[in-house]
């Protein structure tokens, strides 16, 4: 996996700090680690919720397993800025079907205000 292409941070109501956290990265394809099926090369969105936790001078992200979700949001045949941005618009215009997507499988409760980074 490539960095990050984008990233957003919505806070989590009665969540302990929690915010559900979008990432938008590029992925060369392959087979998926846990079910052995096929990724293609795309464009992929991960939405998992993390706790932001500062320890002293570091900020660390706690995290558990199966909690998120991943979803291909554009296959393509190569990376590029065109496709990139094309990726990110689709995102951006989904955002709110991707977070109640979330809510329906994890039942929790949302505040929509977007996190400052």
Do not use: C
């Not at 936790?53 to 979700?69: I, K, L, N, S």
């Amino acid at each position: 996996m490539s960095a990050s292409l984008w990233e957003k941070r919505i806070p989590i109501k009665n969540g302990n700090g929690h915010v559900l956290e979008f990432t938008l990265k590029y992925t060369k394809g392959g087979t998926h680690y846990a079910t052995y099926k096929p990724v293609p090369r795309s464009y992929r969105l991960n939405v998992i919720p993390v706790k932001i936790v500062q320890m002293g001078r570091y900020t660390m992200r706690e995290f558990g397993a199966f909690t998120g979700f991943n979803a291909t949001i554009l296959e393509v045949n190569r990376q590029s800025k065109k496709q990139a941005e094309k990726a990110i618009a689709i995102v951006e215009s989904k955002l709110e079907e991707y977070t109640d997507y979330w809510i329906f499988h994890h039942g929790h409760q949302f505040q929509k205000e977007q996190v400052a980074k």
